[in-house]
């Protein structure tokens, strides 16, 4: 006796030795498998994952994210003394070695499982042999010396696996059935408690009804085992086996993908609300159908105070080669249109040079060798601040902007770390008004939010991880005023713009909550023709709102440096000689003059009491200088003068010929220079009609004024300098302009209807 208990003493210690033995020389570890990048929804659903190098699936989760349900249903259904036991059962080894001697094979392996994850992770002792269930044993050992029970555990809901190319049960539980496991009802927890033994063959999708018979009898032993009650079981085993298609999730995917580009993480949560993602996707997909093949479209929803991206389309079809669907418009450098000129005006509130009823020109103006066009199809004449915004007029905004400095506008963005891309080369000029630099969909929603923040933009948040940042555009009152400007129903306050060429249609909403940004093109930059903000992106915008549901909201509370004042045209102060009254919003009590011309700021205006000097004998206006036989006197007129270059929009009572006495023609004989005679245009009058039968063709001409002469067809220029011009008009109803060098304006409005 004594020498078999030597023996058995020495047969333990050489065990021992051996196992320390293997111990030091290949120590054990739990280092896991290359993660799949998973990109979250804010609900924790998966927008998009990235398979590892192999190309399997395994979504990252700890232990405590998992539903204890499940872990109830893995531990009675794998090993039920997990708990307790060194790492291998004695019991379930013997009963598994007793069945390989009656039966001359391996009928179970008694495994454990910590045995299975030291089978999952060292993957050379999955063999069914005697020698490498001996090395998962050792192994397993050595894991319950060096690791807890959670951790082991932890091992192996994130590498079982479970059908497919599909490892750990958040995979498998997104996968089949949309969310994660965290949300399992028990009769799911038991399916994929049983799934990982014979993953092909219990495959729910596959074989569905192989899956729920292993399912109910492991839900029937987990009664037996007391770890459920009858009436559990009862409710559990009334549920279907309903799992959905295994195919990858793929929402947001490029927003997913720039996000995994970025980030070292495995897991990546974002703000994005999946119910609006899937439904924004879907509107785009459709909007577009109907405009081009080739034709793409981005979208964003922001919220104003905080950032958060609720959803983001950056193309139109991810899958669709036609459409560039792998090019990211959200990114993409593109020409802004008309969508800055909300923030010209409202730099120039800031800037104490307008309020929101002066008085613009849409006129044909020159800037310079700057001579833009209206794109709305003709000339306005005089209209306030408000309306040139809400109409989205060309020229009064490049009027605004000169007084204001395209530099200022240009630093603005530059301080608030929103990039404008200007040419190699260029320095910020008038152009910008009109789309003439570059800019990104999100960095013109992220200033958009401005107007809904009081006058701090807000930085975009793709995911958790990103931190809030503000950035002050505009002063709080001026960016009320602009939106208060801008706002139609439900108080959303709506801008659109369109790049020239028709490459860029641009539609902006911003909304109590959330500032919506939308835009539609093809990404080569080839033109859409006939496709512009108004009419192709604020259908899309619109229904993109619509979703958020009752989350316009009121315009906020009137801030108190804004007020309502009375003024009056031309002046554009408050004066007891007025032609037109109106009442306007005005910052810190600034009520600044009208602008007679471009490029004159200081006193740019014609005060109600002018000093003129005349003729004594006609009464007619002498320059000082003009010696005259009836002699010159100066007398004083109490009126109001409109800026010349209006003249021909205004009523006959508010010309100047009607209020200041003409030139009088005498001063030319006494050495004074020459006085250009008016500029007149002849070949077509207003509201003439004109028939076009294939032979019509309008011969126009001008007289007096000085050369080169600029000729606007409906707010277009045209390529002619000439006194004249001949020319086929196209049918519709028409504006004609002809101005000269020196700013003298003529306008006809003339018909042209098809022959019947």
């Known amino acids: 006796m004594t020498r078999l208990l030597q023996y058995g003493l020495g047969g333990v210690i050489f065990l021992?030795?051996?196992?320390?033995?293997?111990?030091?020389?290949?120590?054990?570890d739990l280092a896991s498998r290359d993660q799949s990048r998973v990109v979250l929804a804010e609900d924790g659903s998966v927008l998009r994952a990235f398979a590892d190098r192999q190309g399997v699936w395994r979504y990252p989760v700890s232990l405590n994210a998992v539903s204890s349900n499940y872990i109830e249903a893995l531990v009675g259904y794998e090993d039920q003394y997990f708990f307790q036991h060194p790492g291998v059962n004695p019991i379930a080894l013997m009963r598994a070695g007793w069945q390989w001697l009656r039966n001359g094979e391996i009928v179970s392996g008694g495994s454990t499982l910590t045995m299975q994850v030291a089978r999952i992770r060292y993957p050379q002792y999955a063999k069914r042999s005697i020698s490498a269930k001996l090395m998962q044993i050792l192994r397993a050992l050595q894991l319950e010396a060096h690791y807890s029970k959670s951790d082991i555990l932890n091992y192996y809901v994130n590498h079982a696996p479970f059908g497919g190319t599909l490892e750990g049960v958040q995979t498998a539980s997104m996968n089949y059935f949309g969310y994660g496991a965290e949300s399992l009802t028990d009769a799911q927890a038991a399916l994929l408690a049983i799934l990982p033994q014979a993953p092909?063959?219990?495959?729910?999708?596959?074989?569905?009804?192989?899956?729920?018979?292993?399912?109910n009898k492991l839900m029937q032993r987990l009664v037996e085992q007391g770890v459920w009650n009858a009436a559990r079981f009862d409710d559990?085993?009334?549920?279907?086996?309903?799992?959905l298609p295994l195919e990858h999730a793929m929402h947001a995917p490029l927003l997913a993908r720039r996000l995994a580009n970025l980030s070292h993480s495995n897991k990546i949560e974002t703000y994005i609300n999946p119910r609006w993602q899937r439904a924004v996707e879907g509107l785009v997909k459709r909007h577009v159908s109907g405009i081009g093949r080739h034709v793409s479209a981005a979208t964003l929803v922001v919220e104003n105070t905080t950032g958060k991206v609720k959803a983001y389309v950056g193309s139109a079809d991810f899958s669709s080669t036609e459409r560039f669907g792998f090019v990211d418009m959200n990114q993409a450098i593109r020409s802004p249109g008309s969508t800055l000129k909300p923030f010209i005006y409202g730099l120039a509130l800031d800037d104490g040079l307008i309020h929101s009823e002066s008085l613009l020109m849409d006129v044909p103006l020159s800037f310079g060798d700057y001579r833009p066009e209206n794109f709305n199809g003709g000339f306005r004449g005089p209209v306030a601040v408000s309306d040139a915004l809400r109409s989205s007029l060309n020229m009064p905004a490049v009027q605004v902007l000169e007084q204001l400095g395209a530099a200022r506008l240009y630093l603005a963005f530059s301080e608030a770390d929103l990039p404008m891309f200007l040419p190699d080369g260029a320095r910020p000029n008038l152009s910008i008004a009109l789309g003439g630099v570059g800019m990104r969909l999100e960095d013109i929603v992220s200033a958009y939010t401005a107007f809904g923040n009081q006058g701090k933009r807000q930085s975009l948040r793709y995911q958790v991880s990103d931190p809030s940042q503000t950035k002050t555009m505009l002063s709080e009152g001026a960016a009320w005023i602009i939106r208060n400007v801008m706002k139609g129903d439900q108080n959303m306050a709506i801008k659109t713009g369109t790049s020239y060429g028709y490459r860029d249609a641009w539609a902006i909403a911003v909304t109590g909550q959330y500032t919506v940004g939308v835009w539609i093109g093809r990404p080569d930059n080839l033109p859409v023709t006939g496709h512009y903000g108004r009419v192709t992106a604020v259908p899309l915008l619109r229904q993109v709102t619509r979703l958020l549901g009752g989350s316009s909201g009121m315009l906020e509370a009137k801030p108190i440096s804004v007020t309502q004042k009375d003024i009056c045209w031309p002046q554009g102060f408050a004066s007891d000689i007025c032609d037109e009254h109106r009442s306007a919003w005005v910052l810190d009590n600034t009520m600044p003059i009208t602008w007679y011309s471009t490029r004159q700021k200081e006193q740019a205006f014609?005060?109600?009491?002018?000093?003129?000097?005349?003729?004594?004998?006609?009464?007619?206006r002498v320059p000082v200088t003009c010696n005259l036989p009836s002699g010159i006197g100066t007398y004083t007129f109490n009126t109001s003068v409109w800026p010349a270059p209006l003249e021909p929009w205004l009523a006959a009572g508010f010309r100047r010929e009607s209020r200041i006495p003409a030139l009088d023609p005498r001063c030319q004989l006494n050495g004074e220079p020459p006085l250009q005679a008016g500029l007149s245009l002849q070949g077509v009058e207003s509201g003439q009609r004109f028939t076009q039968d294939g032979k019509l063709s309008l011969k126009l001409s001008v007289s007096g004024g000085e050369g080169p002469f600029f000729w606007y067809?409906?707010?277009?220029?045209?390529?002619?300098?000439?006194?004249?011009?001949?020319?086929?008009?196209?049918?519709?109803?028409?504006?004609?302009?002809?101005?000269?060098?020196?700013?003298?304006?003529?306008?006809r409005y003339f018909d042209v209807q098809a022959s019947h």
């Open 16 to 28: 021992l030795s051996l196992i320390l033995c293997l111990d030091y020389f290949w120590p054990v």
């Open 713 to 747: 067809l409906d707010g277009v220029l045209q390529p002619i300098s000439d006194r004249s011009w001949h020319f086929v008009p196209p049918l519709g109803s028409h504006q004609l302009v002809v101005a000269d060098r020196k700013g003298q304006v003529e306008s």
């Open 606 to 620: 014609v005060s109600p009491s002018v000093d003129l000097t005349l003729s004594q004998d006609l009464g007619l």
């Open 200 to 215: 092909s063959f219990y495959r729910p999708d596959r074989h569905p009804e192989r899956a729920l018979q292993a399912r």
């Open 236 to 243: 559990a085993i009334i549920e279907r086996v309903s799992v």
